[in-house]
């Protein structure tokens, strides 16, 4: 059977309204929380929560896209509290669509730095990632690699893998570099940079860890907490095996830094428990939750003085980029759009 594309887009939002619960209760010892991070990732700190306050969490878990776009299909009859989703980019996007609302916190401005926070506290980082060169032990010397800039030289012809444009991590990490480099440099390098592919990107960041260990390529970009899962995975030893191929080069440490992006929350516009919400973003900057979530998936506390995780710490300390993270948003569409000149599929 073939829907035109109308009657694809009106079961996409009776889909969207079906998913979500059925009643929204009033009681102020409740919240509700759409999360694009998985429920494994969150529940165990959501459960701690409801133990140390009687506030119960109702947790619906979903694609960061698809979470979003329900936020503004349900606009203000939305029964959700709270949003978590991945990247400063796709944060700048709901509050571009006008579906969350400014906070105020004294706890939140002291404990997460304000480049991992939006200025004017729309949303607030919970987690950190780096995006670094993952390189190849057997074939590349890691004193042959700098900077993200460098990967643009004519020697890495044939060698880089890395995910397609569409990807959120890519156009912030352009979007980073427009920042610290002028627009014509910038794409200049993507031009350079696409051509030293060494296939079409394909596959999500474990992808091109695995395409690299494989000898597809030398080099993958990619996100530290996927590499963290990969080294981690007991039931897939193919991934725990490729990851022992490849090992991390923190670029740009002589200038900028590594990029960093987050995991972030948000109280939306629509939220009925504005002050348990609140709360509930409060308890997850505290040092245990921080703790908890760089143990659990291989991320960095947004909070200074936690102590990272036996894997992190084994991957050395890095200069970071702290440049404001919302400024991956407000430049993202310059970004795709110079990745779409540059011909980065």
Known sequence: MIFSTKKLFAISLLSLSVAAPTAYSADAN????????????????????????????NLVTGKADALLKRLEVEGK????????????????????????????????????????REPNGFWYGLSQRARPIFYAKDRIKPEDLSTYEALADEKWKGSICVRSSNNI??????ASMLVHNKKEDVEKWAKAFVGNFAKPPKGGDRDQIKAAAAGQCDIAIANTYYFGKMVHAKKDPKQQQAAEKMAIFWPNQAGRGTHVNISGIAVTKAAKNKENAIKLIEFLVKEDSQK?????????????????????????????????????????????????????K
């Open 30 to 57: 409740e919240l509700n929380l759409y999360s694009a991070r998985k429920e494994q990732l969150i529940k165990p700190l959501l459960d701690q929560f409801t133990e140390q306050t009687k506030i119960k969490v």
């Open 77 to 116: 009859n939305s029964v959700a509290d709270i949003f978590i989703t991945t990247d400063a980019g796709r944060l700048h996007r709901a509050q571009q669509a006008g579906v969350l609302q400014s906070i105020q916190s004294d706890v939140l401005d002291k404990a997460i730095p304000a480049n991992l």
């Open 169 to 174: 991590y890519n156009q912030s990490l352009v």
């Open 292 to 344: 908890w979530y760089a143990e659990s998936n291989h991320e960095y506390p947004v909070v200074a003085g936690v102590a990272w995780s036996e894997t992190l710490t084994s991957w050395g300390k890095f200069k970071a980029d702290t440049l404001n993270l919302s400024n991956l948003g407000k430049l993202n569409t310059e970004a795709v759009k110079l990745m779409d000149r540059a011909g980065w």
